[in-house]
């Protein structure tokens, strides 16, 4: 039960009377009459507990777009219902300082029938958010008391990666299509699977001639290539505790979904089989045999609910895993850090037994803040800090030495030109031939 502020208000006049009343016959003669009315108030409003509610199981939002949640209301009994309704959600479910307003509706449901409100929330964190509760308070027709009560509603919001990355997808496919040689008859395909023939045109590469085909046809014939098709890739996501450490205000988890995407969606339109793996100590999500257009919306729904575990990661099973994911030469891409302890004491040892088989890129998050540190003077702690930042760059440059050495492909750039970078490396190798 609850009381209004209308109840408040008519005790308060009443207490007034009282005064004017002096004695127990003052105080029946206005609380006698409030408490008669509360009590019809309670009777006649609509009952809390035979109220159906019901709304969608799950809804699915990307990061820093709105999601429009509906709940239905269903008035069971026989009295009309006049209520304020409160959806609760967890508070990374809504922009700071609006969960008040947005959690709240009226609303007015005829005996017998249903009516419907709409939620809106600004989640701000990626992942799962399942509804809290739903509480509602059934007010009587002379708005003194309402009924109170709450109902679980299940319901769950799926927070989508952003996929903020995107925006370079057009030109990478462009880049894709000059390597597949599609974009004009002037330009050749750079891979290095045999295509077609066709006939010469001024400029094209002498290289190309067919001369086999010249003689057949009397006429010059050139071949055209194209890059391989149906490789194989596997992203491997290292999600132990360096994915968790925040470049800017995105953690480098999130930096490494991002490219993951990216890539996953090239490689798609290139003809390329993907799957994917994120590990630390066990499989955290894993996406295989999704190809076409299903591979890309398996690995935004594989990755949504990801998040790094405050754990060292075991390189050894990982390694294992990763061998395990791709039984046929591939191109792992693995997305781990660069920096010196876990490389020398995890990733080295292991990588021998990637490299021997596949292809092996290994992309890391670069920090943007080592380059503002490196240029800076001035101050005594200014100079501290370029001497830190140079001291860091050094390491790094071995560990890249070391990394290349073993034939391994190493990228490493900021958390907004990760992505590209990625992108290009694949590009780089598919054109070489080396998937």
């Known amino acids: 039960m609850a009381l209004t502020g209308r109840t408040a208000l008519i005790a308060a006049l009443g207490a007034l009377i009282a005064g004017l009343l002096p004695g127990w016959g003052g105080i029946a003669a206005v609380c006698l009459p409030l408490l008669a009315a509360i009590g019809y108030d309670l009777l006649r409003a609509a009952p809390v507990r035979t109220l159906h509610l019901s709304r969608p199981a799950s809804v699915s939002v990307r990061l820093g777009e709105r999601a429009e949640v509906d709940l239905t209301v269903t008035n069971l009994s026989g009295r009309p219902l006049t209520a304020d309704l409160r959806d609760a959600w967890p508070p990374s479910g809504w922009q700071p300082g609006t969960q008040y ?40 027709p002379l708005g003194l008391a309402a009924r109170q009560g709450s109902h679980r509603v299940p319901g769950t919001v799926r927070v989508l990666p952003p996929f903020s990355s995107r925006k370079h997808l057009p030109s990478k496919l462009a880049r894709l299509r ?33 001369w086999r085909a010249t003689a057949r046809r009397s006429a010059v014939a050139v071949r055209t290539w194209r890059p391989e098709r149906d490789r194989h890739l596997l992203l491997v996501l290292d999600t132990g505790r360096t994915a968790a450490g ?15 995407l990216l890539l996953t969606a090239l490689a798609a339109h290139a003809g390329d089989r993907v799957d994917l793996l994120a590990f630390d100590r066990r499989t955290r999500a894993a996406v295989r045999g999704r190809t076409g257009k299903d591979v890309l919306p398996a690995v935004v729904q594989a990755l949504a609910p990801l998040e790094p575990a405050l754990i060292e990661s075991d390189m050894t099973a990982l390694a294992t895993a990763a061998r395990a994911g791709a039984p046929r030469r591939s191109l792992i891409v693995l997305f781990t850090t660069l920096e010196t302890a876990p490389v020398e004491m995890g990733l080295l040892p292991v990588l021998p037994q990637l490299t021997q088989r596949h292809t092996v890129l290994v992309a890391a998050v670069g920090d943007p803040r080592v380059e503002e540190m490196r240029t800076a003077r001035g101050t005594a702690t200014a100079v501290y800090e370029a001497a830190a930042a140079a001291q860091h760059d050094e390491e ?10 073993l034939g391994v492909t190493v990228v490493e750039a900021p958390p907004a030109d990760l992505p590209p970078a990625v992108a290009d490396a694949y590009l780089s190798l598919k054109a070489a031939g080396k998937l």
């Open 178 to 210: 000059e390597l597949d040689g599609r974009t004009s008859v002037m330009l050749r395909g750079e891979g290095t699977e045999f295509d077609s023939l066709r006939d010469y045109v001024p400029g094209d590469d002498v290289r190309s001639i067919d």
């Open 246 to 260: 925040r470049v800017g205000d995105v953690p480098r988890l999130d930096a490494a979904m991002d490219a993951s």
């Open 101 to 140: 307003a947005a959690a709240r509706h009226h609303l007015s449901v005829p005996a017998g029938e249903r009516r419907r409100v709409t939620t809106v929330l600004h989640p701000t964190r990626r992942g799962d958010h399942a509804a809290v509760r739903v509480t509602i308070r059934s007010h009587g």
């Open 396 to 405: 790094r440059r071995r560990t890249r030495a070391r990394l290349t050495r």
